[in-house]
């Protein structure tokens, strides 16, 4: 088992920034992957960005290329998600998740709102 610990949401205005973070705890010798989901009211749950954890790997929604950045401290068992020029759109509770080592389950966070203003 994985424990997911999430911060940095906020209220912020359009244009401006926030840097999500996201603590592993518990078997995190096992992780294969961290990333980030969001769900907005009245929307289903959707794909943010993602990063394996060996190699490196990002993979990011089109949406968020090139504002978004998702990277990690492998020491620290930390995934952070750097959002730039955010969008009354970009508003959700966004949710960590961390899938293991043999293993399509995702372990996920209690998530962080983020609230844009226009």
């Known amino acids: 088992q994985v424990h997911l610990v999430e911060s940095g949401g906020g209220l912020v205005q359009a244009g401006q920034s926030l840097r999500l973070s996201c603590a592993a705890s518990?078997?995190?010798?096992?992780?294969?992957?961290m990333g980030w989901f969001r769900q907005a009211p009245g929307k289903e749950r959707e794909f943010v960005a993602t990063m394996r954890w060996s190699g490196g790997s990002t993979y990011y929604t089109d949406c968020v290329k090139g504002r978004f950045t998702i990277s990690r401290d492998k020491a620290r068992y930390t995934v952070n998600l750097q959002m730039n020029s955010l969008r009354p759109e970009n508003t959700a509770v966004y949710y960590c998740?961390?899938?293991?080592?043999?293993?399509?389950?995702?372990?996920w966070g209690q998530g962080t709102q983020v609230t844009v203003s226009s």
């Open positions: 518990g078997r995190t010798d096992r992780i294969v992957a």
């Open positions: 998740y961390a899938q293991l080592l043999g293993s399509d389950y995702k372990h």
